[in-house]
């Protein structure tokens, strides 16, 4: 199989596509991305697969890019026509490979492309209009000449308070001067805005500042989920299968908090109040039956 020419021309189409989508997928993964980005980065994979496979053709929005039809026939590109990759290309031109091996080759490669299109497909998100629209929440995007106005976001209608002081809101973001740490950081830039007071010590930008944070709260992925119930297993093992849920869940809220602050267990800081309450209370104050575990953290 490794002296096989045909075999090495397969691992030269597919590693560009593998390595594209796996990039894709670690973002996905990732805590610390920034979620407006992460849409265009999913749609921006989609579209390349897109292009390869189908007649060319403009699209305005993300939403007309998802409802394109890929499984019509008639916008399929014919098999000499579909790019399988400048790798491939220049693998090609080095195998002198037979032209009925070549055809197979292309067939299948074709048909991979086609089965991960349609798989892509079908994990796009449905509110793809209000995901794009988030991407009006960024600082560089509020505060810009290119804002839009707030009427042509699709996730206004979600709101539910003053629209009148909300749009009043809006229009004034751009005439404060935002401190410059928080610019970079659409998380940390709402939060500066939710908070901000004016001369009387009223918070004058509350409502457009909640609205912007509960938009953003939205979940972009199960990663984090999924990372829950791996840490819960390498918790609560074979050996310590008698923790009780409370001591799980604590130990699970404090390696979150950890996790969160980027921080390690030997740099946390116990205040007086915990200190206090670590006697042998927590042992006896319990249920006769249940059986606690310190937390190791």
């Not at 045909?6 to 189409?13: C, P, Q, V």
């Not at 699209?59 to 399929?76: I, P």
Request: charged fraction near 25%; hydrophobic fraction near 35%; glycine fraction near 4%.
């Amino acid at each position: 199989m490794y002296s096989d020419p045909a075999n090495k021309l397969y691992l030269a189409f597919l590693q560009p596509v593998v390595s594209q989508v796996n990039r894709v997928n670690k973002l996905f993964e990732s805590d610390r991305c920034n979620a407006n980005r992460l849409l265009e980065d999913l749609m921006s994979l989609y579209k390349s697969i897109l292009q390869r496979l189908m007649m060319p053709r403009t699209f305005c929005t993300w939403k007309a890019v998802a409802d394109y039809d890929v499984n019509d026939e008639r916008n399929h590109l014919p098999l000499e026509a579909v790019d399988f990759g400048v790798k491939f290309y220049i693998e090609l031109g080095q195998s002198r490979l037979d032209s009925g091996i070549v055809h197979t080759v292309k067939k299948h490669g074709r048909d991979f492309l086609m089965k991960l299109l349609q798989e892509l497909q079908q994990r796009l998100p449905s509110n793809i209009n209000h995901l794009q629209s988030l991407d009006a929440l960024t600082p560089e995007t509020v505060l810009g000449v290119r804002k839009p106005r707030l009427q042509e976001l699709s996730f206004l209608p979600k709101y539910s308070g003053d629209i009148g002081k909300l749009d009043e809101q809006w229009q004034r973001l751009a005439t404060v001067s935002w401190p410059k740490d928080v610019i970079n950081d659409s998380e940390k830039f709402w939060l500066t805005v939710h908070s901000h007071q004016d001369a009387s010590g009223e918070r004058d930008f509350k409502e457009v500042g909640q609205f912007a944070l509960s938009m953003l709260s939205l979940p972009i992925s199960n990663a984090s989920v999924e990372r829950v119930f791996s840490q819960m297993n390498l918790i609560k093992n074979k050996l310590r299968n008698r923790m009780q849920h409370k001591s799980l869940e604590n130990t699970l809220h404090v390696r979150a908090f950890m996790n969160r602050n980027n921080m390690c267990c030997r740099e946390f800081d116990p205040t007086q109040e915990m200190l206090s309450m670590f006697t042998k209370d927590i042992y006896t104050n319990v249920d006769e039956h249940e059986y606690v575990e310190v937390p190791d953290v």
